[in-house]
Nanobody, 127 residues
Framework: QVQLVESGGGLVQAGGSLRLSCAASGRTVSSYNVAWFRQAPGKEREFVTAISWIGVSTSADSVKGRFTSSRDNNKNTVYLQMNSLKPEDMAVYYC?????????????????????WGQGTQVTVSS
């Protein structure tokens, strides 16, 4: 199973940018679909964006055009670039890897499809 560690969270003003990292170990993350989810206080966890092992991305409507996921296979790391941040983007962000290698070329946004999760990183957006 792949182990994941997120980093890069912090405090940013509305309109600013952050890049989150999801460093993998134990397995080569290039073989997995990887998704980002987030959870704000008092709210349910929600899908943000995902990138498949062949590089196809899907995103929630709320972040389309602002958030982009990418991979650096040499570093065994997946990134989430977040631009034009809004106060409603404030949450703990988690990366997650698919339960199986070489899954669907178009990743789902269903949390149940992802079996390995990081510990999360806090993103705070001030207005």
């Amino acid at each position: 199973q792949v182990q994941l560690v997120e980093s890069g969270g912090g405090l940013v003003q509305a309109g600013g940018s952050l890049r989150l990292s999801c460093a993998a170990s134990g397995r080569t993350v290039s073989s997995y679909n990887v998704a980002w989810f987030r959870q704000a206080p008092g709210k349910e966890r929600e899908f943000v964006t995902a990138i498949s092992w062949i590089g196809v991305s899907t995103s929630a409507d709320s972040v389309k055009g602002r958030f982009t996921s990418s991979r650096d296979n040499n570093k065994n790391t997946v990134y989430l670039q977040m631009n034009s941040l809004k106060p409603e983007d404030m949450a703990v962000y988690y990366c997650a890897a698919d339960r199986e290698m070489y899954g669907s070329g178009r990743p789902s946004g269903r949390a149940a499809d992802f079996g390995s999760w990081g510990q999360g990183t806090q993103v705070t957006v001030s207005s």
